[in-house]
C-alpha cells in the first residue's frame, strides 16, 4: 500500500508554467503511475501516465505537446510539468498509483488528496 501526497498548485497566468510533484511514503517503483484532473462539474480525466521505470508516457490530447510526466523512483516522486498552461486546465490535480494493460492505464485505489491548480488572469 502507498499513500500519495501532491503539493505545488497554486495561480498562474495563462501560458505560465506550473510543476506538480507527488511524494509517495513507500515504493513506487512496481507501479506505473498517473496524473488526473478534475474540473469543477466534470468526471475526472487522466492526463497523463508513465510505467514503472519512467520508459514510456502517454498523454491525453488536450495536454500533449505542453505537460510532461516524469519520475524518480528513487525519491518516490512523480511530477508533471505544466507548461504553456491554458484556463482550462484549471482543475484538481490528483496523482495515483496503477498498472498498465495493453497499453491503456488501469488505477488501484491510491489517490492523494489533490492540488488545485487555477490558470487565470
Known amino acids: 500500500q502507498v499513500q500519495l501526497v501532491e503539493s505545488g498548485g497554486g495561480l498562474v497566468q495563462p501560458g505560465g508554467s506550473l510543476r506538480l510533484s507527488c511524494a509517495a511514503s513507500?515504493?513506487?517503483?512496481?507501479?506505473?503511475m498517473g496524473w488526473y484532473r478534475q474540473a469543477p462539474g466534470k468526471q475526472r480525466e487522466l492526463v497523463a501516465h508513465?510505467?514503472?521505470?519512467?520508459?514510456?508516457?502517454n498523454y491525453a490530447d488536450s495536454v500533449k505537446g505542453r505537460f510532461t510526466i516524469s519520475r524518480d523512483n528513487a525519491k518516490n516522486t512523480v511530477y508533471l510539468q505544466m507548461n504553456r498552461v491554458k484556463p482550462e486546465d484549471t482543475a484538481v490535480y490528483y496523482c495515483n498509483a496503477g498498472y498498465t494493460y495493453r497499453n491503456s492505464y488501469e488505477s488501484y485505489n491510491y489517490w492523494g488528496q489533490g492540488t488545485q491548480v487555477t490558470v487565470s488572469s
Open positions: 508513465i510505467t514503472t521505470n519512467g520508459g514510456s508516457t
Open positions: 513507500g515504493s513506487i517503483s512496481i507501479y506505473a
